[in-house]
């Protein structure tokens, strides 16, 4: 996808004169550098790798979460991948600029000439990006740490040595952006660290006077071209990891001291700027909370392994961020499916079959300490032990401020606009007062877990990843999406996709007039953001409102008895006669019988058959879709790049003066 003039026009229109004079000064260096490039580090010195992993740690990996490692690095060996749906099977010796998806190749050249957004002559440009961000390396590196099988480190630096030569500095595709730059200095940094009992480590690395350059140019680049103004979200925070991680791990150059106190000082900046006071990340895309916590947590980790003091306020955003995930996670520890999702990670050594959410969990508990109220994480991993092992843990820390935390599972989170709604845990004295009445058979313990979304319509002036569903629901039953949000599925190269996925009618929400309550000025990019207000938040109950469809007004309230186990959903629009569409996008599993205004939904969940009934407004013409693609309707992305049909119930009618919509989701065991 190329990018119009009125697109750059319109994104123009979102910047402040600060971040356009900061983005005038990035275009003459680049224009510099084009026939001046930075010269290099220079005579480096002794160049020695200190931040090692403490004796004794790797024993402590939980023997199933290596074995998961292992047998996802032996697929690896093999050349066997899959990266956001397309299975690769030539890792063993990768064209590190071949996407395998649209069969085309990027361009060579200098790096800001390579028009990367436009997928006719580059590719798909994130096929091309993710396997340069090496975390498949950091796989590999971190099952030679625990099995000591040298073919594993000698496939690490064959591979970076093929890259090192096939990328040298400023030619190519993946010399065009700073999340990629930073995220792969992060590789680098644990690769070195895992590959540390390796007798070819200090060769590959310190004593290589190719990686060294490899080093110093990455980091220039960061200290050269930050993420500016109403682009400094997700990407600022992995470019001041990255950069901060290798001026820790990798300070080996007159300019690294520098280097570090910049990233850090960004780095603890922009984690503010990121997150509300209440934890959850102002994207209001729980996958880059996510990354923003995984990129924070390693942050620390090599401030600590270096010895280098960080502001008491990183780890209290990273306590909160902690905090606020445990709180909105269903059952099964599975998070809210709000706004973009890329599938991107921090820090990789796990394997497959490794819950991230669950992981993030326990390095929480090993880091910050748990709450009474946290749900439990069964699972294992390896990435966990690796940082707690490198991590002051926050009670042990002389300079983390004293912090009152939650008493209780907050369940609204009122400047992200965000309340959970959810049936209460059953007790072990429930369940045992339950066996006693003869009544365990016919109660149903499963969690209903309702997200209601009455917040921001996105972070920042362009909000690049925010959706257009104001008011909008997921409902979930023991972990099984019921009312799911469809996910995201693509960026660039689909612009038909992308709409859909973002739009009112892919969200289980109101739409009037065929439109969508926000108006996209490009795929990352909103030039009108409707503005919603919660009215109510109490336990079992929600109400809110927005503007986006001016004059009208939608207002929604929703409740949970936990009692009779129902949702009641309640629509309201006031203003004049406008057309409406009511989605609401079912989970995969889902199976629907709709007749008239009444469908019986059907699913299995661990081998027994579940059921609910949802009752829709008699008020509209109610019809199924699934799997429609002219336009695209009925469609659910479990992951980026990937997507499956799923039934979408849509109701059709008009609105006039004020007029009311009531759905009813009951729930039958």
Sequence with gaps: MSMSAGWYLRRLSRMGPREVGGRVTDAVRRRRWRS???AGPGETGDALFTAVLPAGTLASVPPDAAKRLVAEADRLMEGHAEFFGVVRDDLADPDWWYDPKTGRRAPAGYAFDVPYRDEDAVGDIKQIWEPSRHQYLTRLAAAYALTGDERYAERVAAHLRSWWAANPPLRGVHWTSGIELGIRLLSWVWIRRLLDGWAGASALFEENPVAREQIWQHQRWLAAFPSRGSSANNHVIAEDAGQFAAACAFGWFPSSARWRADALR???RQLRANTFLSGLNRELAT????????????AVAEADAAGVPVPATVRLVLLRMTDALAAVVDSRLRPPRQ????DGHGLVVDGTGTDRWGSLLATGDAVFGRLSWWPEVTGTDVRTPLLAALIRPYAQDATAP???RPAQRPAHFADAGMT???TPRRTADAAEAADRAGTAGTADPAEIWCRCDGGPHGFLSIAAHAHADALS???????VDVLADPGTYCYHGQPEWRRYFRSTLGHNTLELDGTDQSVSGGPFLWTRQARSRVLVADP???CAEHDGYEPSVHRRQVELTAASRELRIVDEVRGPRRAVRLAFHLGPAITADLAGNRARLTWTRDGEDRAAVLDLPEGLEWSAHRGGSEPPLGWYSAGFGRREPATVLVGTGFAVGTQGFTTVLGFHG
């Design 36 to 38: 001046a490039p930075p």
């Design 266 to 268: 960004s780095l603890e």
């Design 287 to 298: 996958e880059y909370h996510g990354l923003v916590l995984e990129l924070g947590l390693a």
């Design 339 to 342: 706004g973009d999702a890329d």
């Design 402 to 404: 004293a912090v009152t």
């Design 420 to 422: 959970i709604l959810r």
């Design 473 to 479: 629901v997921e409902v979930r039953h023991d972990g």
């Design 540 to 542: 079992a109950r929600w």
